[in-house]
């Protein structure tokens, strides 16, 4: 099973700032079969990024994905207030899907 | 509009069962691999099983596997976990979730709300 290790494990930012979430696999993600997920509290979890770089319909370009083999980014350029929540990294090229444990992203 | 809906969580007493419904609305149901994911409360996303379009391919998670089974009706459009001998490690809430493409290989686009699961006595 790909474990994947996600960092930090809160990321507190002022509005506006660059925030830039780590996602590490234990072992090579095939095809970059990676995805990134945003759950607020009290919803369910919501695509954001597929494919470790494409953006999910309707997602907004402030966010933005990259890395490829085990190192995975996902970037949100100017942090709004609406970005709280937290961000989850997803492997689903390997049996199990599996997920890292979130990076909770707070508002100074 | 893509529609997932859970229902038949609740409390139940360990080593109970429940059976978890996910009603599908606004696609082709039967074109779409599913899928279960569950969320102890305060923790993390974990897959639980998957199902294929026909239901004639099935997998789980090794903590549920021989305990949870996995089914879909197609004419009703529904998704069902059965869940039996459960523990209080099966507390969670469960979502039903569903691909951005009918392919095997594909991130999950569509979420229900998800419904909760208690285990205790």
């Known amino acids: 099973e790909i474990v994947l290790t996600q960092s930090p494990g809160t990321l507190s930012l002022s509005p506006g700032e660059r925030a830039t979430l780590s996602c590490r696999a234990s072992q090579s993600v095939s095809n970059t079969y990676l995805a990134w997920y945003q759950q607020k509290p009290g919803q369910a979890p919501r695509l954001l990024i597929y494919g470790a770089s494409s953006r999910a319909t309707g997602i907004p370009d402030r966010f933005s994905g990259s890395g490829s083999g085990t190192d995975f980014t996902l970037t949100i350029s100017r942090l709004e207030p609406e970005d709280v929540a937290v961000y989850y990294c997803q492997q689903y090229g390997s049996s199990p899907q599996t997920f890292g444990l979130g990076t909770k992203v707070e508002i100074k | 509009e893509v529609q997932l809906v859970e229902s038949g969580g609740g409390l139940v007493q360990p080593g109970g069962s429940l059976r978890l419904s996910c009603a599908a609305s606004g696609f082709t149901f039967s074109s779409y691999w599913m899928h279960w994911v569950r969320q102890a409360p305060g923790k993390g996303l974990v897959w639980v099983s998957r199902i294929n379009s026909d239901g004639s391919s099935t997998s789980y998670a090794d903590p549920v596997k021989g305990r949870f089974t996995i089914s879909r009706d197609n004419a009703k459009n529904t998704l069902y976990l059965q869940m039996n001998s459960l523990t209080a490690e099966d507390t969670a809430v469960y979502y039903c979730?569903?691909?951005?493409?009918?392919?095997?290989?594909?991130?999950?686009?569509?979420w229900g709300q998800g419904t909760l699961v208690t285990v205790s006595s």
């Open positions: 979730a569903r691909g951005v493409t009918v392919a095997f290989i594909s991130p999950w686009s569509y």
